[in-house]
């Protein structure tokens, strides 16, 4: 019996840190919630694909060193309050810096980024939004929650996202 236990200890315990298993994935089985999950095989998967010319490969490139992607949506308010109170438990218990707020009416964003291996490098950008929208006088509570893991690299961001904002003229 104990040679079984530890042959499936052993064939488990490699599974067990491919998973990469989130605080968030709870929310993943609820019926109320809207799900969205891309696995870092997704995204080796894409990222063989070299099509797109220059700016297609610098997609690519950068799609390569992520790890997940996880988008979490609901309108009900008890679930939201929950993805609430998870969000503020993973707040105080990882080590994210707050990078923005924005606030209009009911609605609130807020983005966090976790720092990684030098400061042209984040492991983790997570935004949380939630607020209240009133269609045809009924209120909705909708929340969010975002999480992309990786070896996210903020100068390809930047480059890629120069090349889609139209410039201003402003210098």
Request: proline share 1%; charged share 30%.
């Amino acid at each position: 019996m104990k040679k079984i236990i530890f042959l499936i200890a052993i064939v488990i315990f490699p599974l067990s840190n491919y998973a990469q298993t989130s605080i968030f994935d709870k929310f993943e089985d609820m019926d109320d919630v809207t799900t969205v999950v891309v696995t870092q095989e997704a995204f080796k998967m894409l990222a063989k694909f070299k099509s797109g010319g220059e700016e297609g490969a610098e997609y690519f490139d950068m799609v390569k060193g992520l790890n997940s992607f996880r988008v979490f949506t609901t309108e009900n308010s008890e679930i939201s309050k929950q993805m609430s109170d998870v969000v503020s438990k993973y707040l105080k218990s990882e080590k994210l810096t707050e990078l923005m707020r924005v606030k209009d009416k009911d609605t609130k964003v807020k983005i966090y980024v976790k720092s990684g291996k030098d400061d042209d490098h984040v492991s983790e950008l997570l935004m949380y939004v939630s607020g209240i929208e009133k269609y045809n006088d009924q209120i909705k509570a909708e929340s969010v929650i975002l999480s992309l893991t990786g070896d996210i690299d903020l100068n390809k961001i930047s480059k890629l996202t120069e090349a889609h904002i139209p410039s201003s003229g402003i210098k």
